[in-house]
């Protein structure tokens, strides 16, 4: 697509010619000539993405009618527009719809026809709840946000349409609750969607990665959900989702860190359970990356610690092991990763006899090989269970993979070397912000009013909504 | 200059100070203490908080005539372009050898009771790079973090509490047994330990609060202080002798590895890297103090650059002195230098400035 437009040339010929020619003569291109009160008619569209039955229904059908009519009240497509443009007339072809041409009149007319091919609305396999609704986003943005029109019936939802990349364009819709979300927050968003300068874009995952604040952290600074419950929880309190058509996951922001440790069953159970199962999650955080390096640094620095009997038993399993702390548990580590990973390149079922290949001949083994100690395997184990515990598969990932510098950490400096190593993570946790939002709230800085919604949670009326708006909060 | 936005509030700043104040002197002070004022080492410290708290009171004053002015501004503003700077580089070389100072103090205590066989200079190096790291980052950033390593106090407090379990009331009596002189002495040396409340010096343009509110937090932090040391002191004097105190320097180390839980034994393993952390807070604050006064010489913006200029000063220092006469020659050179520093100057600009409003009023 070179010129920006082109206007229409005089005869059918020229123009279908033209069509064809930018197109490449692809054979999936129709073109199909009619005759409407004897004036030569041409219909053009593509074949793969139109729709037969409306195309007959709603063009073929008025058009063969025999009583004369104006035509730009002919046909009944819910869009029909009329153009001279013959580059718009490219990209609405791509888009399925199908052109009329009739010789005669300078312009022609753009017809909605598309076809529509989407899977059923089902529940995302990797965030399943307890509770709630079971519902997810498919590869359609309309129905994407039928989803959510459907839940939040307000007049303050605001969907705002952009075009993303070059060569192919994307739809993206910016999604905010227009009485809620931060103005500043909102234009930021906007205007970085605006700034995109890819070709195409095929993943939510480039759009992430093209308007994040800090490209270069570990952790993850937007929320990807495929759940418009989840979604629509977080429109409800002010935040900014941005959905691509063809993908099923929204982009949350601007969200904290404590936002990919909550789930929509917190809101469903009880709150004393929700709070327990959040704490839990919280442990399991703390866990799924220090187990390790406190274990190496307490069997290769600091064995004093331990009480006189745990001592025994766990110098016990380890002199037989002739490798150093650090190395068992790197080795282990590899071997848990190789097993997730092919666990999940797999089908299901064979993926079920990886598991049990894995975990009960490898780790048996490796432990009577006298390659690995027993206590290494629990605490690997462990680890392994904890981080699995966290609802966004992405902190989940940025989560394991912190604990290789950590246990490296441990293994040279000890306790002194965790403690460290946290302070530098809390430290870049603390200046991590998201859209002008510090990413660590409510922790840094510290506010206890957030603390009632972030390790526990505190009963549904103590949670007060608050208009945005008019109070824009600020530390 | 460095443009001044108010970024941490009142509350962060009653974080800020007391990280700054609380640092290594905090496993030392008992030892420190109990040599001259034995039983009236509390009463010691009570009076070092309320002389601390004069100086606040002073500062304040001073700052308070100079709105959107950091010590180092009002000292260009007074003293002209040369000499401004010289007394900036001075104050400047002055953070940095606190700085300096408790790294010094800090490797030490780390080599001898964690890391017996790591080198000290790698010691040094973790500690310049992670102050490095924090000191680099805005006000705001460093507010952040010493708000949430102040949840280390809790289990800290928990810790040193535990040692009352150990706690003979006789060992702390008589209280005046060494007479007041001793016990004011004493207090000169507490005094340096609640060094750190100077930083409202460097930080009292960005703070988002009036007057009132600065003072009430610094009164705060200084109180939170006094009264943590006064925990402290007071726990080691219960639970050790005059005579055991003599022998440790570090009193609260012993208290803690005599201590065990059902879980774990020697708690001073898990006790020192935790106090590791208040440490460079302390010394982090002390670096971008320094960081800022340099980028106010050079009119800078950004004080990247600098806090790696003086993180690497700091680091340089901290190499030379390896016996511990040195170590202490170093203390007392911090010391006198922080009378100067942090008494003499701000007194003298304050009365300069009352003199000098008052000949305005006069005109």
Redesign the interface.
Known sequence: MNASSQEMFDTNKQNVSFLQQALQHSDDLLVREITRDGNAGVLVYIESLTDASQLEKHVLDPLSQSNPTELSTLFTTIQAKESIDLQQGIKSLLNGYTLYFEDGIRRFYLLETPSHYERSITEPENESIIRGTHNGFIESLSVNLHLIRKQVNSPELTVRYYELGKTTTRKAAVIYMHNQAEEEVVRKVISRIQRITLDHIMFTGFVQEMIEDNPYSLFPQHLMTERPDHTNAYLMNGHVAIMLDGDPTALILPVSFFAFYKTPDDYNNRWMVASFTRLTRMLSFILAFQLPAIYIATVS??S?????KLFFTVQGSLTRVPFPPLIEALLLELIFELLREAGLRLPSRVGQTIGIVGGLVIGDAIVKAGLVSYPMIIVVALTAISSFLIPSYEMGSAVRLLRFPLMIAASL????G???GL??L??HL??LESYGK?Y?EP????TLKGWKDTFVRFPVWTLRQKTKRSNTRR? | MAKMEKTI?A??LF?LVIQTQIGVSVLKIPHKVNEIARGGSGISIIIAGLITQALILMMWLLLKKYPGKNLYQILLGMAGPIFGRILIVSYAAHFILLGANIMISATDI?HRW??VS?PKWVLLA?FSY?AY??AR?KL??L???D??ACLLFIPLVLFVGYGLNEAHIENMLPLLEQGYFKIFTGAKDVTLAIYGFEILLVVYPFIKADNKQILWSMTAANSFTTFFYLFVVEVCLLAFSHDQLKLMPEPVIYLMKSM?F?????AD??F???W??TT?CSLVSYVYSAALGFSDIFKKSNHHLFSALSVTISFAIAFVPVTPSAMEKLDKIAEYMAYVFIALIPLVLLLISLISLKKKEGR
């Open positions: 620095f600091h004093s610690i331990l009480p006189l400096f000890g306790f002194l965790i403690s460290f302070a530098i809390f430290m603390c200046k510090p660590f922790l840094a800085p510290l530390e | 509030t509350r962060q974080f780390i964690l890391l790591t973790l992670l790291f924090l980052e705001s950033v507010a952040r973090f708000t949430l065990n059902y879980i774990f034994d020697r393993i898990v020192v890297p935790i590791s952390i460079i």
